[in-house]
């Protein structure tokens, strides 16, 4: 059964915050392997368990998409709302249920998240999604850092050791003593008789005292120490930080320090001639679980109907408010899937004439979440489902109703004048156009 941790929006901030990226020559390790195997442009990469986006935006240059997936909306949140590259998107997925179609994928790749999954169902989804040639690449580094600062190396890591042990009993027994031989399974596992094994590779670099210790507290074991004693272990990692300090000679947190890591890598890869040679579409992909879920989740006031049921990328949407000034009216609206989805939001218009100062006479609508960006931070993410797009449009009749930022500027300063002729016209509106 796969493990699901940092989910926690504090957590996520911190692992934002302090997690490195993958150096970037195992990065090219991966694509020149990759590009022995597939010739001309790579089309797709899917980063699963991305967390807030450190490694996926790597693969940005190298794809003419990056879609990089998790299980935890707070880390993808973070991941969208950082400055990106425009090919890169997030999705929230489980890595055993990938929302992409067969053949799909240029790259697989997972950067220090496979130990959680689900081994067995995450590389059938892997090679589900995998084209002929393409590559899965699993990396990984371990807790076991150490530090160099000038005479005091061999006292910072005494202390660093100690602090190690110290966590080391929190371990989640789910990946075992060692995360190498996690790893080692998995590549055992895999069937392809193309596929590589790396050993660790020395990664360098050079962080704040307080980056080491921040990093450090992201990983599973000292969450697993703060959830069973938060006290003892913060009180663990400031005494931590104050001995490394005092070795160090230094009064400040943000003295740096050089950190040394192993970076295991294990790396997969498949070749096969199986001549499959569509591509995804993933808005459709999406669209076959978030369609199941707005039916079952319809407001009582609304109504979903497909012209076409082979594209569900195209629906109407009929609400008919239960209370407030549009009581007994009938609305149409027409909403439009684009194939970028979910990277750009849904494109809605409503069909019948209104009398309504967030939505035109011609059809336009000003709701937030219909936009790529907005002021208010309410703006479309992908974290987003066509559900939520639904509640929206129904909510413009009730609690969205928002006379302060009109579209429809003659309709909101109507209410503003004369608030029962303006209910009068509404109704008016109604039996001429929403019957």
């Known amino acids: 059964m796969a493990q699901r941790h940092f989910e926690g929006k504090e957590h996520a901030e911190s692992y934002q915050r302090y997690r490195v990226s993958p150096p970037q020559e195992l990065i090219d390790e991966v694509l020149n392997f990759?590009?022995?195997?597939?010739?001309?442009?790579?089309?797709?990469?899917?980063?699963?368990?991305?967390?807030?986006?450190?490694?996926?935006?790597?693969?940005?240059?190298?794809?003419?998409?990056?879609?990089?997936?998790?299980?935890?909306?707070?880390?993808?949140?973070?991941?969208?709302?950082?400055?990106?590259?425009?090919?890169?998107?997030?999705?929230?997925?489980?890595a055993e249920e990938l929302p992409f179609e067969d053949t799909a994928?240029?790259?697989?790749?997972?950067?220090?998240?496979?130990?959680?999954?689900?081994?067995p169902r995450f590389l059938r989804e892997a090679d589900r999604i995998l084209r002929p040639g393409g590559c899965l690449a699993l990396l990984s580094y371990t807790m076991d850092f150490e530090l160099?600062?000038?005479?005091?190396?061999?006292k910072l890591n005494e202390i660093c050791q100690e602090f190690y042990a110290t966590l080391h009993p929190f371990r989640k027994a789910y990946i075992g003593s060692s995360s190498q031989e996690v790893y080692k399974k998995i590549y055992d596992s895999v069937s392809y008789d193309?596929?590589?094994?790396?050993?660790?590779?020395?990664?360098?670099?050079?962080?704040?005292?307080?980056?080491?210790?921040?990093?450090?507290?992201?990983?599973?074991?000292?969450?697993?120490?703060?959830?069973?004693?938060?006290i003892e272990a913060k009180r663990l990692s400031q005494t931590t930080t104050d001995r490394l300090l005092e070795a160090m000679g230094a009064s400040s947190t943000d003295t740096e320090v050089t950190v040394f890591s192993d970076s295991d890598s294990g790396r997969c890869v498949r070749v096969c001639s199986n001549?499959?040679?569509?591509?995804?579409?993933?808005?459709?992909?999406?669209?076959?679980?978030?369609?199941?879920?707005?039916?079952?989740?319809?407001?009582?006031?609304?109504?979903?109907?497909?012209?076409?049921?082979?594209?569900?990328?195209?629906?109407?949407?009929?609400i008919s408010p239960d209370e407030g000034y549009y009581l007994g009216g009938k609305f149409q609206f027409e909403i439009e899937v684009p194939e970028a989805y979910n990277m750009v939001p849904p494109r809605a218009k409503c069909l019948t004439r209104i009398w309504h100062p967030n939505i035109a006479e011609t059809g336009e609508?000003?709701?937030?979440?219909?936009?790529?960006?907005?002021?208010?931070?309410?703006?479309?993410?992908?974290?987003r489902t066509l559900k939520d797009v639904v509640w929206g449009l129904n909510s413009l009749f009730t609690d969205l109703l928002n006379f302060?930022?009109?579209?429809?500027?003659?309709?909101?300063?109507?209410?503003?004048?004369?608030k029962e002729d303006f209910r009068n016209k509404v109704q008016d509106f109604i039996k001429n156009y929403a019957r």
Request: some cysteine.
């Open 34 to 94: 990759l590009r022995k195997r597939i010739q001309g442009y790579l089309d797709l990469a899917v980063d699963v368990g991305c967390g807030s986006g450190q490694g996926t935006e790597l693969l940005a240059p190298h794809f003419l998409t990056v879609v990089g997936t998790d299980v935890s909306r707070a880390q993808l949140e973070i991941a969208s709302a950082k400055d990106h590259a425009p090919n890169v998107c997030y999705r929230e997925s489980p």
């Open 148 to 154: 160099e600062y000038g005479e005091s190396t061999s």
């Open 105 to 119: 994928a240029d790259l697989v790749t997972s950067m220090s998240a496979a130990h959680w999954f689900e081994h």
């Open 365 to 383: 609508i000003c709701l937030s979440l219909l936009r790529d960006h907005s002021i208010d931070g309410t703006g479309w993410a992908p974290t």
């Open 275 to 318: 001549d499959a040679s569509h591509r995804v579409s993933v808005r459709d992909r999406l669209l076959i679980k978030e369609v199941a879920e707005l039916e079952a989740n319809l407001p009582n006031t609304c109504k979903v109907t497909f012209p076409d049921e082979n594209k569900l990328y195209h629906f109407q949407l009929a």
């Open 404 to 418: 302060d930022d009109p579209l429809n500027i003659d309709a909101a300063e109507h209410h503003l004048r004369d």
């Open 194 to 230: 193309d596929k590589e094994w790396h050993e660790c590779k020395n990664v360098r670099m050079i962080m704040p005292l307080s980056g080491f210790i921040g990093l450090v507290e992201t990983f599973s074991t000292y969450q697993g120490f703060l959830e069973k004693d938060p």
